[in-house]
């Protein structure tokens, strides 16, 4: 069974710093890209960041860029995201996310339960 | 990027109502849409892939169709459970992917 589990959100002041972590089983981490979706309080889905399989290929939206930094330790199966000059606009629920292949794409088949970031003073 | 336009924003129905919820997408997409439900305090679930590809366990009430710029999700008989936010997602051209702005289905 897939299982997602995030870790490492809570209340950090504004232009504070955090690494939120996800823990992933049930499936081969180190073959998958992985990928990181935000929900800010009563929003909808924001799509955030990515790294390929290996971590030689990382993407950001450009709402994160030039302060979040994704990354992976695939002898751990394990996801990072780390933020940095945190803005209240960060506040959200932070999502790890499986990808499945559809013929030549990706969807999103398994989300972590989320952990929640508040970004305030 | 994509652009998705999900419509309606919040619908009120009633347990057995047919419920449909439309997606359009900026450009074509062909079939590479996804349909999520997700609960309050939940995270989202996978119901359908490949615009109409039903996912393992999602009960037969839910169907989706469309191709190119327009989709549907219906929900054939609304059951209780059902009552959730739906969203929709192209993968057809990323990153970065791109979700519409979700629908809430509540009772009326």
């Known amino acids: 069974e897939v299982q997602l589990v995030e870790s490492g959100g809570g209340l950090v002041q504004p232009g504070g710093s955090l690494r939120l972590s996800c823990s992933a089983s049930g499936f081969t981490f180190s073959s998958y890209a992985m990928h990181w979706v935000r929900q800010a309080p009563g929003k909808g889905l924001e799509y955030v960041s990515a790294?390929?399989?290996?971590?030689?290929?990382?993407y950001y939206a450009d709402s994160v860029k030039g302060r979040f930094t994704i990354s992976r330790d695939n002898s751990k199966n394990t996801l990072y995201l780390q933020m940095s000059s945190l803005r209240a606009e960060d506040t959200a629920v932070y999502y790890c996310v499986k990808p499945r292949r559809y013929s030549s794409s990706w969807y999103f088949d398994y989300w972590g339960q989320g952990t929640l970031v508040t970004v305030s003073s | 990027a994509i652009r998705i336009t999900q419509s309606p924003s919040s619908l009120s129905a009633s347990t057995g109502d047919r419920v449909t919820i439309t997606c359009r997408a900026s450009?074509?997409?062909?079939?590479?849409l996804a349909w999520y439900q997700q609960k309050p305090g939940k995270a989202p679930k996978l119901l359908i892939y490949?615009?109409?590809t039903l996912q393992s366990g999602v009960p037969s009430r839910f169907s989706g169709s469309g191709s190119g710029t327009d989709f549907t999700l219906t929900i054939s008989c609304l059951q209780s459970e059902d009552f959730a936010t739906y969203y929709c997602?192209?993968?057809?051209?990323?990153?970065?992917?791109?979700f519409g702005q979700g629908t809430k289905v509540e009772i009326k």
């Open positions: 450009q074509g997409i062909s079939s590479y």
């Open positions: 790294i390929s399989s290996n971590g030689g290929s990382t």
């Open positions: 997602q192209q993968y057809y051209s990323y990153p970065p992917w791109t």
């Open positions: 490949a615009a109409s």
